[in-house]
């Protein structure tokens, strides 16, 4: 398993299809923008929460916009593992089994990447 941090703003296509191809299971930590993850005032999660595309995907499937960012990570064939506040929260992250995302829904996320990380970018790691 390689754990790598991966939400609509940073997906790691090459990182995830590299594993995909090596039989390496993804398991995507901070999948829905790691608010505070690096301290106080980080993260991309509200941004995330707020972005249009995935606003307009989430009304289409009448899902919250982090179900949406949940499912496509599944749809990638990753495993995100989510921090959630509430009980409510924990609840509604796992409920994103009883719809799929569309290609098109797929590739409208898709484009929203910019290789942002919130943590740092492991791969300039020594």
């Given at each position: 398993v390689d754990q790598i941090e991966v939400h609509p703003y940073n997906a790691r296509?090459?990182?995830?299809?590299l594993c995909e191809q090596e039989g390496i299971?993804?398991?995507?930590y901070s999948p829905l923008g790691g608010r505070n993850a690096a301290g106080p005032g980080t993260g991309v999660t509200d941004e995330l929460l707020r972005d249009?595309?995935?606003?307009?995907?989430?009304?289409?499937?009448?899902?919250a916009n982090s179900q949406v960012i949940l499912r496509w990570a599944l749809q990638r064939g990753i495993t995100p593992i989510p921090k959630a506040s509430s009980f409510k929260r924990l609840t509604e992250?796992?409920?994103?089994?009883?719809?799929?995302l569309?290609?098109?829904?797929m590739k409208r996320i898709n484009s929203l990447d910019r290789?942002?990380?919130?943590?740092?970018?492991s791969d300039l790691m020594p």
């Open positions: 296509f090459a990182l995830v299809e299971n993804v398991m995507g249009s595309e995935i606003q307009t995907v989430g009304v289409a499937h009448g899902k992250n796992l409920d994103v089994f009883d719809f799929e569309t290609d098109d829904d290789n942002e990380f919130v943590l740092y970018d």
